[in-house]
């Protein structure tokens, strides 16, 4: 089965994840309850469960679940699991825009920074998707992202490519501010027909103007941008841990999640023609146990695909 989306460019996505059929969330959370309540937790129930489910119907259930035991789904995973795999249990009770604000602030907290969380993150979602983000961040006093609502102006569109081809050639600091507010608040809409008219000023790509003047992680931010914008999806080349840097598994666990019922289909297949072995081949390498199971129940797969 496959989902359709309406927006521009005429993409088609395809998850892994669908909402089941004869749903009842009364009876999973009397299942989940079983399983968390136990003497031990039974795993293979949760995950059954938890991955075989939509996001909107497993908020279904947590609201089941506070109903007929007067606890909450997500504090009860929180406290009977551990290590990766309740990283992914609880993960999927999230509601799709407060993981990503939780995803973002974890990327942040502390000394360091995760850069490759927040273009991950930032990069891929619309403009939309990123208002939803600030609200869920305001909730919980994290951040505030900008959002501008989609629409397309040619007269605009011209201005703007004229101020990216500036920003390329003079780069300076002012200029990456004027680019970066470009690229970060301009809808899917607006973008195509701005990148359309840079190659019309310039005789250049985008893509390939940003690759010759700017380097790290501002050039970095800036393709991503552009190629989601462009291709209004991601094949994720933070995959690449699998083969270059090991199994990062939060980058694998918030991918898995977050893109499950939008397009892992087309990440998986991308994944396969890049590095010649499939998602689910290299997820059953590097990972054991219920955290695994769980990883593969989501991914989707077979043993053709092994």
């Not at 059929?21 to 039974?42: T, Y």
């Not at 941008?225 to 694998?252: A, M, P, S």
């Amino acid at each position: 089965m496959k989902k359709t989306n309406n927006a521009p460019f005429s993409q088609q996505f395809q998850g892994t994840i669908f909402p089941a059929p004869s749903f009842d969330p009364v009876m999973d959370a009397q299942m989940l309850g079983g399983a968390l309540q136990g003497m031990e937790c039974n795993k293979d129930v949760l995950i059954d469960i938890l991955t075989q489910r939509c996001n909107a119907q497993r908020l279904m259930i947590a609201e089941a679940y506070r109903n007929m035991y007067g606890k909450d789904l997500l504090m009860d995973l929180k406290e009977s699991l551990s290590h990766h795999f309740k990283e992914v249990m609880v993960g999927l009770m999230y509601p799709p825009a407060t993981y990503d604000a939780h995803e973002l602030w974890h990327a942040m907290k502390g000394a360091g920074t995760d850069e490759n969380c927040l273009i991950d993150i930032l990069a891929s979602r619309s403009n939309g998707e990123i208002f939803q983000m600030k609200e869920a961040y305001l909730m919980r006093n994290y951040h505030y992202f900008p959002t501008q609502k989609g629409y397309a102006d040619p007269a605009m569109a011209a201005q703007d490519a004229m101020v990216l081809w500036e920003a390329c050639q003079q780069k300076t600091g002012e200029h990456k501010n004027m680019l970066q507010m470009i690229l970060c608040n301009k809808s899917y809409q607006q973008l195509w027909m701005v990148f359309q008219e840079f190659q019309n000023i310039s005789g250049q790509d985008i893509v390939e103007a940003i690759n010759e003047c700017y380097d790290g992680y501002f050039q970095e931010l800036l393709l991503d941008k552009i190629l989601c914008r462009q291709q209004k999806y991601t094949t994720f080349k933070y995959f690449i841990y699998f083969q270059d840097l090991g199994f990062h598994n939060k980058t694998v666990i918030r991918i898995l999640i977050a893109r499950s019922e939008i397009d892992l289909m087309t990440i998986r297949q991308r994944y396969k023609e890049r590095y010649g072995k499939s998602l689910f081949h290299d997820i059953n390498h590097f990972s054991s146990g219920h955290y695994e199971t769980a990883l593969l129940a989501i991914c989707g797969g077979d043993v053709q695909d092994y």
